[in-house]
């Protein structure tokens, strides 16, 4: 728990393993600071701490224009311990609200509005609509600070149907106007729209990389020394994106193509979500360095590397039973070079074959026992159905059991505590431990032990 004590210590250090869990509000100046801020530190009694930026603009701050509290990592407090809140969340960040009524959000939660409101009152201290509207002019504000975009392509960009619309959220959040910050840098080069992500120290850059390159897909992913890139589809429409370190400290670089144009704010929140660059690495190794099983020590700053979509995080765990990596990744291959789709005019970015595509191929590509590829179809009819429902729900299907499931879970929804108990990789390495440890004591991450116990000795399965 941050303690006032606690915060007080990390901003007067500047302490960057902090940024984003709190900000500082100024009571003479009405700003309120991420904890890294440069400015002059201000006297204990004039200050007052908050969760979130929004709990700060709830309370009548404005935004520092000098640390940005806009380009702060996510602070852990927005995911909550809540299982629907958390995926609440997740649809909002999605743009559930921006498409849809809060009614139809609740009817997809299977939840009453009053709940749901008292859910977000209770765990955030706002409403799911003021979480919704802070977070897209937030990014709006990042967008007019690193790019020189329009301001009405920001304005579509952040969420916003109107420019009007956008200008009143924002002057009414932030209590400043747009042209207050508008900075004229450009931000595009080759047609890629270059954004900074921030991430709280420390983070495994290297290997993230090395986890992501042993399983890269022809066409679909990408890994060069320092950087990781892949094609995507996002609401209905496609691009591609590489990320590598950024040129301040704490930050990746994204380069993004783009062409539509719109939906930006999700996107990028789903790319961050992908990267699990709001994970607090700190509080997680803390409590993983107390197990027997890490007595060695900690690949310290290791993120969950994700996987773009629930869809190809299942089917990946599908063609990876029981088999290891490099022939899971063959399987796949096949399955990408017969039904992906490319997206550009060189044909060598290609986008991860849609439900469709595979629920109606006979599948032969694919050298699997036929019971197999018949699971594989039926996961991708079920998903052409109800594309929303959980990974929970699979295990209604022929040839799906928990392991399948809880790895979907782990790279497909980022979910921090998942143990592949069966995980053929999972056993080497306990076997290599000799210890009979519960992993019990790990919850809830044990997600980011599994992926240590992975890396480190060289084992999984998938």
């Known amino acids: ?31 309120y600071c991420r904890s890294v801020c440069p400015a002059r530190a201000p006297k204990e009694p004039h200050v007052e701490y908050f969760p979130s930026a929004a709990t700060a603009l709830a309370a009548g701050y404005r935004p520092c224009l000098r640390c940005r509290p806009d380009s702060a990592p996510g602070s852990p407090a927005w995911q909550g311990s809540d299982t629907t809140l958390q995926r609440a969340l997740r649809l909002i960040d999605e743009g559930a609200l921006q498409h849809h009524t ?6 997809r939660l299977g939840i009453s509005e009053r709940y749901l409101r008292k859910l977000f009152q209770q765990q955030l201290g706002i409403s799911p609509k003021q979480y919704a509207i802070t977070q897209q002019v937030l990014f709006a504000k990042k967008l007019l600070h690193e790019t020189c975009l329009p301001i009405q392509q920001i304005a579509l960009m952040a969420g916003f149907h109107s420019v009007r619309r956008f200008n009143d959220a924002f ?17 595009r080069a080759n047609d890629l729209l270059q954004l900074e992500l921030s991430y709280r120290p420390p983070l495994a850059w290297q290997s993230m990389l090395n986890f992501w390159r042993s399983r890269t897909l022809h066409g679909i992913e990408w890994c060069t020394e320092d950087s990781y890139g892949r094609t995507f589809e996002w609401q209905q429409q496609h691009g591609w994106f590489t990320v590598q370190p950024g040129r301040t400290a704490n930050t990746l670089q994204l380069q993004l193509h783009w062409p539509a144009g719109r939906e930006l704010w999700s996107l990028v929140k789903h790319i961050r979500r992908v990267l699990d660059l709001d994970a607090d690495c700190q509080l997680i190794e803390q409590q993983l360095a107390t197990h027997p099983w890490f007595h ?3 690949i310290n700053g290791l993120r969950i590397p994700g996987i773009w979509s629930l869809w190809e995080a299942g089917v990946r765990a599908i063609l990876g039973q029981q088999v290891s990596v490099a022939a899971a990744r063959t399987h796949l291959n096949r399955l990408v070079s017969s039904l992906g789709v490319t997206i550009d005019s060189s044909a060598d970015k290609t986008l991860f074959p849609s439900p469709r595509a595979v629920a109606t191929s006979d599948l032969q590509m694919l050298k699997l026992p036929n019971a197999r590829r018949q699971t594989l179809r039926a996961f991708a009819d079920l998903m052409l159905q109800q594309p929303d429902c959980l990974p929970e729900q699979w295990l209604a299907l022929k040839g799906i059991g928990p392991w399948t499931v809880n790895y979907a879970r782990m790279r497909g929804l980022q979910h921090t505590d998942v143990w592949l108990a069966g995980d053929l990789g999972i056993r080497k390495a306990l076997q290599q431990q000799g210890d009979t440890a519960s992993d019990e004591a790990l919850a ?11 890396l480190q000795q060289g084992t999984s399965n998938a």
């Open 1 to 31: 728990m941050l303690t006032p004590e606690l915060c007080r210590q990390a901003r007067l250090s500047r302490d960057p393993r902090f940024d984003g869990l709190f900000f500082t509000a100024v009571k003479s100046t009405g700003i």
């Open 171 to 187: 002057v009414k959040t932030l209590q400043l106007a747009p042209s207050r910050i508008r900075r004229q840098t450009p931000s």
């Open 102 to 107: 809060q009614s139809e959000l609740v009817h």
């Open 296 to 298: 060695h020590g900690l």
């Open 444 to 454: 809830p991450w044990r997600s980011y032990a599994t992926l240590q116990l992975w």
